[in-house]
């Protein structure tokens, strides 16, 4: 399991490299589709333990994790902001679970866990590391853009300066 903060940094970074936006609307969508598949474990794990569903399907990394929730969520985060972020956020956080330990991808069609086991630790760590340096670079390299620089602004006129 990849820790909910490193998909929210993953998202983030992705934007930051595909997106290269200025507004915050993708960075904020990337952040919330990010961490929207990880809500099964604080919605289904209740509703499971008391008994009021049960099976697969109400697992983590089913029916949160899987495509068909990928249109959910890309459609309720459009609302908010652009629609790219939101697949971004989604598909990072999907594509790093289907290499952490594998995903219902298919859900609820198929119950099959589609992916890999890397060293969760391992893939926390190094998707953390190259999330931070490609926010940090983002930042920097906006932040030395010549175009992103604001003319100072100065007052045409005394009683302008004076308000
Ligand atoms: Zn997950």
Excluded: Q
Aim: net charge neutral; proline share 5%; charged share 10%.
């Amino acid at each position: 399991m990849v820790a909910t903060g490193v998909h929210v940094l993953l998202g983030m970074a992705l934007v930051t490299v595909i997106g290269r936006s200025r507004r915050a609307e993708p960075y904020l969508v990337a952040a919330l589709a990010a961490a929207l598949p990880d809500i099964d474990t604080f919605v289904f794990r209740p509703l499971v333990e008391f008994g009021h569903v049960g099976g697969v399907l109400w697992s983590h990394r089913a029916l949160t994790h899987s495509l068909l929730a990928g249109i959910l969520v890309i459609a309720l985060c459009s609302a908010v902001g652009p629609w790219w972020a939101a697949a971004i956020g989604f598909g990072s956080h999907v594509a790093t679970d289907l290499l952490s330990g594998g995903v219902r991808l298919l859900a609820p069609v198929d119950t099959t866990v589609y992916g890999l086991s890397i060293d969760w630790l391992l893939l926390n760590a190094l998707t953390s590391i190259l999330a931070v340096t490609v926010i940090l670079g983002g930042l920097i390299g906006m932040k030395s853009d010549p175009r992103s620089r604001v003319a100072p602004h100065t007052p045409d006129s005394v009683v302008e300066w004076l308000r």
